[in-house]
């Protein structure tokens, strides 16, 4: 099986490499830092499973995972975060993740969630309360996102400390398209301020404090 690693920290996509590579019929065919180089890279390559990093810069792995999806729904994501966050974990599986895996977990498991994920079987780490996944199975306790895809990206960009300006360089947009779409986010959630953003941004899995 193809797979893509993804995470902003080289030494960590090249330990798992390594553990993956061992296995003869997996085999990695491309590697990004980013949520957008992810997208480019599987128009490319056509992957059958991503290992996806939740806290990224730029674009995190829940909205980059949601617009994998929506274009290759066949392809078969595994979030991996430092975070057990009920948030982070609905967030991926909201998006359309079929695994999340802890990062201090062990080589095994990677595998085992690799193996699993193919055979179209969900997998949460088993460090983490089963019964989520049981929630998640069955579409319980899942709340609706009040944004929209793009409203997101620039949250999180907002949330990163991004001017107007730089947002729009980034995601190809004039500065005043920016503000509308920040002004429309802080009427859809009830917030006025940056701080109160980031703290919101936070919470809902869209960035997180170690960016």
Do not use: W
């Amino acid at each position: 099986m193809n797979i893509i690693l993804v995470d902003d920290h080289k030494l960590l996509r090249d330990g798992l490499k390594n553990i993956i590579e061992l296995k003869s019929n997996m085999h990695i065919i491309g590697e990004a830092s980013n949520g957008r180089e992810v997208i480019k890279l599987c128009n490319k390559l056509n992957p059958d499973v991503i290992i996806m990093d939740v806290s990224m810069p730029g674009l995190n792995g829940i909205e980059a995972t949601t617009q994998i999806i929506k274009h290759h729904p066949e392809i078969k994501i595994i979030g991996l975060s430092m975070y057990s966050s009920k948030q982070f974990i609905q967030g991926m599986f909201r998006a359309g993740a079929f695994g999340y895996l802890l990062k201090d977990g062990g080589s095994l498991e990677l595998v085992t969630a690799i193996c699993k994920v193919v055979e179209n079987r969900k997998y949460l780490s088993k460090d983490i309360d089963q019964e989520l996944l049981l929630q998640l199975k069955k579409g319980d306790n899942i709340e609706s996102t009040e944004l929209s895809s793009r409203e997101k990206e620039v949250l999180q960009l907002l949330a990163e400390g991004k001017s107007s300006k730089e947002i729009g360089e980034i995601l190809f947009l004039s500065s005043k398209t920016v503000d509308v779409h920040r002004n429309n986010i802080m009427k859809k959630i009830d917030l006025h301020s940056i701080p109160e953003l980031t703290k919101y941004a936070i919470k809902k899995g869209l960035t997180s404090l170690d960016i």
